[in-house]
């Protein structure tokens, strides 16, 4: 999926999962001068790298590892941070016993077959070391945290952001993502028993705020600007599916009016897992 915006994504999302890191990340991150191998951290999909580069910030003497189709930006990059260019779904063997923590955060829509990923995973991170697993489902959802459902699934019509994500879904699909993913996370690692600890959250993002007052700052304003990116970069998605230029257009606006107006508080959900490699 495109990352357009993906800086502001991660400071709304630091926001609202109310924490930098998992619980047990710092622990396991520290710095061990009993043993011979260096302590080392794994982003996979890391976008424009703002979670690995804070990071390699905050725990200097650990060595990391940002992976993604395309390389980092050569902005100034701490020293303990490398920025590799790989195909996730090509298979992780390279990386196998190599990490006392992995990070992967919304990168379903490029990832083929995430089950599979996610056991490899269980080799790729060292026995007592974290998976940190976040995705959104590709719904929306309404004040109760209900789906908001509707009928004619084709139609162009209202409710235009649960029909936008539809189109979105579907064109996300079409292309080999995994939008299941989010869904599916906490299974798929429970399942596999080389994993232990295994702890599941969910977050609402307020995709359109309503009259929804929050603990949270100015979140929602920063949400629009976050929401607003993510319809540009949805289009390339829907154009590529086939949709007609015109009807992704009245889909735009419509959802965008929608926001304007904001009547109707509605959401979309993040699903995080973690679990420990089991010693
Ligand atoms: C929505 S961005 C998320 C970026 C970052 N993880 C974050 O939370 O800010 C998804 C990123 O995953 C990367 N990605 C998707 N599929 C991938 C794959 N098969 N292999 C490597 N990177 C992939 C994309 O290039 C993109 O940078």
Known sequence: MNCIGT???HQILLKILGEKYASCMVEILE???TSVERKSCLDLG???GMWIIDVARDFPHIEAVAVDLIPL???ELPQNLRSEVDDINLGLEHYFSGFDVVHARLIAAGISDYHHMIDQLAHVVRP?????LSEFDFYIYDINHQKVLFDGDGDIRAPWWARWMYFFRNAVKEKGGDVD??????TWVCSNSLFENVAYKEHWLPIVPGLHTSQTGNIEENMKSNVLT???AGRLSLLGNGMPEV???RLEREALRELEENKILQFTRLQCVTGRRKL
Not at 181 to 186: E, G, I, W
């Open 7 to 9: 800086d502001l994504q």
């Open 31 to 33: 710095e061990d001068e």
């Open 46 to 48: 890391c976008g424009t």
């Open 73 to 75: 930006r050569e902005i």
């Open 128 to 132: 007592g070391g974290l998976i940190d």
């Open 181 to 186: 993913a989010a869904t599916n996370l906490h």
């Open 230 to 232: 993510f319809l540009g």
């Open 247 to 249: 009807l992704v257009t």
